[in-house]
């Protein structure tokens, strides 16, 4: 690659140009062996990682506070480099790129919005577009459109300042500005963390029905580890020693914790969070039969609805239903056979479960 090249309309200075630019969701990211020890530090914020995020991924990082959560996210995106270890996008070595041009193409969504209070909502989203030269009548129809995809109507809110919205408003345009140019890459570092908790449960649901229709390949970090089985396809727990603890799908975590600190990480509750993961459309119903009750959950909806379910009816089976039609009965012995089931087996949200 020579010293100046071009991507779009972006150039590239010292560094090749980021060829995962326009690639859609193909997008894969490798750590290997990443360490990262600040200068005067006695222990590395992060230390020895290796991972790989599939394209089209959500993969939620959770652990606590100090863990080296967000020193990851930087190092994605070059805020900081590794003091060892090598990062990959599609291939390419971060350290390779131009650390601008490698910036525009990965959305960084972070807790503190950093909204630019002085610009309006049209223009915070329509920032990095300008950067790369889109013409005015192509932003314009970019910011509607994001607008829309997180639900607060351009008339209304486009020319208003950050102040003038509420927190979770200001979170949507967040994720909107990230998104704004198309990034085959995401970085979200507890984008909903300072929501509270009816809010949070919208911007998430909001979040996965966004994510089903652009498949980008993100990094999240959360402290909530129920945020993470909802939202993940994958979640690597975190010590507090810095060091990856279990990476692997919601399901399997829950089932087979790798040890006491994913364990505690857990929580209370193991039981009900499994159930929360299957859907109905994926367990073989029972046959309506006379005591099954009058009441009925949808086949979208989890084991862990239908056990709510049963457990308010006060009968042993209650009715599944699909699009209105009654099409089975779920009962108690099911569910406790699901859940004795190997993990393994269970059908999980990666597999195609709600
Ligand atoms: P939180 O959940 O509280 O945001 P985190 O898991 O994101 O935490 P990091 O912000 O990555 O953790 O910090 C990891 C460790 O590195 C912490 O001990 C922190 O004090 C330290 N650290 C972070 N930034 C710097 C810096 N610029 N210089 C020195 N030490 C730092």
Redesign the pocket.
């Known amino acids: 690659m020579t010293a100046s090249t071009r991507s779009g309309n972006s150039t590239s200075i010292n560094g090749a140009t980021a060829a995962f630019a326009d690639a859609g969701s193909s997008v894969n990211i490798e750590l290997d062996g990443v360490t990262k020890k ?4 006695e222990r590395p ?2 230390e020895d990682f290796t991972m790989s995020v599939s394209p089209g991924e959500l993969v939620m990082f959770v ?10 996210m930087k190092m994605i995106n070059r805020i900081i480099e590794p003091t060892s270890g090598s990062i990959r996008i599609a291939d390419q070595d971060v350290l390779s790129l131009e650390p601008n041009e490698l910036r525009r193409h990965i959305g960084y969504v972070i807790q503190q919005i950093g909204l630019f209070p002085h610009l309006t909502i049209f223009d915070n989203i329509a920032t990095v577009p300008k950067l790369l030269g889109w013409s005015r009548s192509r932003i314009a129809e970019r910011v509607d459109e994001l607008l829309r995809l997180v639900d607060l109507d351009p008339g209304v809110f486009a020319r208003r300042y950050p102040k003038e919205l509420s927190g979770g408003q200001q979170q949507r345009v967040g994720v909107a500005r990230a998104l704004a140019a198309d990034p085959p890459v995401m970085l979200m570092d ?1 984008p909903f963390g300072a929501t509270d908790p009816i809010t949070r449960d919208g911007l998430q649901a909001e979040f996965l029905r966004i994510q089903e229709g652009i498949g980008k390949t993100i990094v999240f ?1 959360t ?1 909530d580890f129920d945020e993470a089985i909802k939202l993940g396809d994958r979640i690597a727990v975190l010590s507090d020693r ?1 060091q990856i603890e279990q990476f692997d799908t919601p399901a399997n975590i829950l089932a087979a914790p790798a040890n006491d600190y994913v364990q505690s990480f857990i929580g209370k509750g193991t039981a009900l969070k499994r159930l929360a993961l299957i859907g109905l459309s994926h367990v073989e119903l029972a046959g309506v039969s006379a005591s099954t009750s009058a009441l009925e959950v949808d086949e979208r909806d989890s084991l862990r609805d239908a056990l709510d379910m049963l457990v308010r009816s006060g009968a042993s089976s209650v009715r599944v239903t699909r699009g209105g039609r009654v099409v089975g009965a779920i009962d108690f012995d099911t569910i406790s056979t699901l859940l004795d089931a190997d993990a393994r087996k269970i059908p999980s949200r990666e597999q195609g479960a709600p």
């Open positions: 600040y200068q005067g530090q914020a992060v652990g606590p506070s100090g863990c080296g959560k967000t020193t990851t507890e970090v402290h810095s």
